[in-house]
């Protein structure tokens, strides 16, 4: 071996003097990124640009609003946060929804819905009619924040599954920085007509969207739930790393679905299902201690994700860089596209660092860094607030500290959120469950929003950023002590790790102990194991 070269393994065959020699294997290479998974999950993910684009376009076009239609910051808030709260109706329909007709042709029926919500904003005449769009365009969004990253997490070979599922949000930045460009390039037009174009121009990516989407294949496990094994395989085929991951991927699902391993037709009459009423039973009324830590989980880094104050530093950049000392119109939305470019910077760079470093490292080391840009924000924040004059260099430190704060974000907390809560849920729950998680994060995002201005006359503009540094704080208790690491493993697999809730830790230990017994790589494994120190990895019974 001293040549570095792979040897020959010597085998003595019976009866004779001579072995038959057999070359070393090399070592297992990484297998390439499917490209067809990925072509698929950045279309179904660029329906999130909707969302982001309305975010970053409201924080521009609200200044030329409240000048035109003569509002109140109160009503100017409502308008900018009430799109969260009409979301919900989208978010709470789209897991029925997307169970009936599908998770492709939900994805669709999102860009439909909110092509006609921008095209009413765009022609709203007044403030009541520019609520009406919001109405409609809100419902749109909320069916695209579900929707995406489930069908994306549903699609993905574990290999790339993080990389892929932060994709959602990904596209949410880059909607927010095409909304800061939106809000410049329109900004001087005239008052009337500058505003009602940065909304209208939302709805136009939306149509190329739909028809794109309709080139997509549908969900392998949306397909083995109609009972199509065969319209599922070649999906399968087509998504995953290897034809052998294809074949275990399918296993897990027809476990999970209740269809005989041995099955191999390519139709099966699968039993009628009540319409989600027996899932939400078992998510609310009878809850397996892994489904309670899945929720707690799935709807606890979502509420963390909003209250720690995203979208009270996006939607009101303007606003906080005025307050800052920053008076001119033009520099105030070219800091703010400053705060889209970076945002949008580190999550291109998270996305790569899913799936090498894992979740909980990232999502730990990004909220310890919100928690010194929030601090450092609020501190820079006050010092301006009660300085009789313009201090520059505290202006300046104010803006770096918010660039600091949207990359910090953007570089675990933000892609995180998606990855972790739509790959957590199992099968049966999942639609459903997630729901859940995006209904929390649209009612904290709304409620944010819709009060941060007053809140922030309340207890100063530096008090509210202490807020948000305050809970981000027990956001990163939260997250140390009860999400484990979901890196590497598949969709059904890592439902051994919940139930335990602060206990986490040994089950984990346990799993790579049982890996190392039996030399399983734990990649679609599912062996089912007994009291002989084997690991249960089958669903939770009640």
């Not at 924040?381 to 260099?393: E, G, N």
Request: charged share 15%.
């Amino acid at each position: 071996m001293a040549d570095g070269k792979p040897q020959a393994i010597g085998i003595p065959v019976s009866g004779q003097n001579n072995t038959t020699r057999i070359p070393a294997f090399d070592a297992p290479k990484k297998p390439k990124r499917n490209m067809y998974a990925f072509a698929c999950a950045i279309l179904a993910c660029m329906t999130s640009i909707l969302l982001g684009y309305d975010i970053g376009v409201m924080s521009g076009a609200g200044l030329f609003i409240q000048e035109d239609l003569k509002i109140s910051d109160t009503k100017l808030e409502v308008l900018m946060g009430i799109l969260n709260v009409y979301s919900l109706i989208g978010s709470a329909a789209a897991g029925r929804t997307s169970d009936r007709i599908g998770r492709r042709y939900t994805i669709v029926l999102a860009n439909v819905i909110f092509f006609v919500g921008a095209v009413l904003m765009g022609f709203a005449p007044n403030y009541a009619s520019l609520m009406v769009g919001r109405f409609v365009a809100g419902v749109g969004v909320g069916y695209a924040a579900m929707i995406a990253p489930v069908y994306t997490a549903e699609v993905s070979p574990a290999s790339s599954r993080g990389f892929l599922t932060s994709f959602p949000e990904v596209f949410i930045n880059a909607g927010i920085l095409l909304g800061y460009v939106s809000n410049y390039a329109f900004s001087k037009l005239p008052l009337h007509l500058g505003w009602r174009l940065m909304l209208g121009v939302g709805g136009i990516p939306s149509v190329f969207l739909a028809l794109g989407v309709l080139k997509m294949p549908e969900s392998p496990r949306w397909l083995v739930l109609q009972g199509r094994l065969r319209d599922a395989k070649r999906v399968l085929d087509r998504m995953s790393d290897s034809k052998e991951e294809a074949l275990l991927r399918l296993a897990d699902i027809k476990e999970v679905a209740g269809i005989p391993e041995e099955c191999n037709d390519d139709v099966v009459q699968m039993p009628k299902r009540s319409h989600g009423e027996d899932v939400w039973k078992e998510l609310l009324l009878h809850r397996t201690p892994t489904v309670k830590h899945v929720l707690i989980a799935g709807i606890g880094i979502h509420f963390f994700q909003q209250t720690s104050g995203i979208d009270a530093v996006v939607l009101y950049c303007p606003k906080i860089f005025k307050k800052a000392g920053l008076t001119d119109k033009d520099m105030l939305l070219l800091c703010t596209v400053a705060v889209g470019v970076v945002k949008t910077m580190f999550i291109l760079v998270a996305t790569f660092l899913l799936d090498r470093v894992g979740r909980r490292p990232l999502l730990l080391t990004s909220v310890a860094g919100m928690i010194l840009s929030l601090a450092s924000l609020g501190m820079f924040l006050t010092i301006i607030d009660q300085s009789t004059k313009k201090l520059y260099w505290a202006l300046a430190l104010a803006i770096i500290s918010v660039l600091a704060y949207v990359a910090t974000f953007s570089i675990g907390m933000g892609p995180i959120t998606w990855v972790y809560s739509s790959e957590i849920f199992p099968l049966r729950l999942r639609a459903q469950g997630m729901s859940m998680g995006v209904a929390m994060n649209r009612v904290m995002s709304g409620i944010i929003s819709m009060t941060f201005l007053s809140f922030s006359k309340a207890i100063t503009i530096g008090g509210a950023f202490f807020f948000f540094m305050g809970v981000a704080m027990v956001g990163w208790v939260f997250f140390y002590t009860l999400l484990p690491e979901t890196q590497g493993k598949t969709l059904e697999e890592m439902q051994v790790l919940f139930g335990t809730f602060c206990g986490w830790r040994t089950t984990m230990r346990e799993l790579e102990k049982n890996k190392r017994v039996t030399g399983t790589d734990g990649e679609g494994d599912q062996g089912n194991v007994n009291g002989n120190g084997q690991i249960q990895m089958g669903t939770p019974k009640n």
